[in-house]
């Protein structure tokens, strides 16, 4: 019996600073006795909960099952003690799997020697059983497995989700410096947007934001275009409880009402690429979307306003983003009296060149960005 079939017990992980909305999204979706932890939350749940965090988790990238955990001191152990796992019950003799490996604090440092150490006692298993092995495939395996290895203590888990769920499978177009999905939904979700105003980013890029505002307020499924799960390849999946879950998750999605969620880019090949990604959603094609340059909006009120500038990094390298903020700042202040603006900063000291009061500011890191999400009320 694999561990997590003794407790019901799972792990997500979600990014540094979102512990508390997405511990709130996963007790919203039904999971129980939560806990909080460093990048993650370890929560209790049956298999239609299970299945129903992993299709409609906005703000976790993973969901693990714990399959077994022991002390681990050396490679010869790691084989060891994997190789007595019944791998058959998780893998086909001619299936695929995957491997993601992390090592820290421990006497194994390297952890792609650790990940082809678990890989030789899974695939010698095989060989000696049936006389066949699996392989190991990056494209669409079968079976997803993390090996996490922290002060000598191992766990050997199955991926549930199968690959990161900020993957939404929206994604078809993409420009410069998009932003990963979970950070654009955590963000979202932090404006309480309510739909009793519209909601408009003024530099959608490739439409991130506006993709998961959309997706947040019809209450579309995050994973609504994702085809397969890792939880399809536990021993006990049960068809028929997923499309339950799915039939009834789906039945959620309420239809747009025009003009609510509008966006707008200087960029044409922007503004391309957020078409073809929302057209991917349910309504997508009803979301306005229009080339334009914040400079030539004559003033938006009365709205929510949410954005994600350029902040030099990838983006206006050549040009003075100092100036560019403080322009921006302006821009908020004299023309969208009476909005509430939400700006993300991939670079915090960017912050005072808005040259505006923020009533409230919040680390958020993502993709390697130590970035900031402030909020402006303007009067
Ligand atoms: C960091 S990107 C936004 C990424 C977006 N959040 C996404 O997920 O794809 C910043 C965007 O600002 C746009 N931009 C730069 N200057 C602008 C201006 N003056 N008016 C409107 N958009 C502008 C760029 O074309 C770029 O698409």
Redesign the pocket.
Known sequence: MFTYQKTNRYFAQTGNGFEDLASSEIENLGGEDVKKAYRGIYFQADKKTLYRINYCSRLCTKITAPLLRFDCHSTKYLYKTASKLPWQDLLKKNGSFIISATTSNSKLKHSQYAAQCLKDAIVDQFREKFGERPSVSKEDPDLWLDLHIDKNKALISLDTSGGSLHKRGYRVA??????QESL?AAIINLTQWDGSKPLI?????????LSEALMHYYQIPASFNRKRFGFMAMPDYDEKVWKKVKNEEDGKITKLQKNLIMG????SQ?VK??RKNLAMIPYGQSVDVKV????EIAEITNSIIV?????GI???KNSDIGL?MED?GNFLKRKCTGSTAYL?L?KRELLKKVGLKPAWKKPLMSGGLDGVLAKYELY
């Open positions: 993409t420009t410069e410096a998009p932003m654009a980013d003024p530099m959608c890029g490739s439409g991130t934001l707008s880019d200087i960029s922007a690429a957020t334009k340059s914040y400079q954005c994600n500038p350029p902040y990838r983006l206006q560019f921006f993300y991939g």
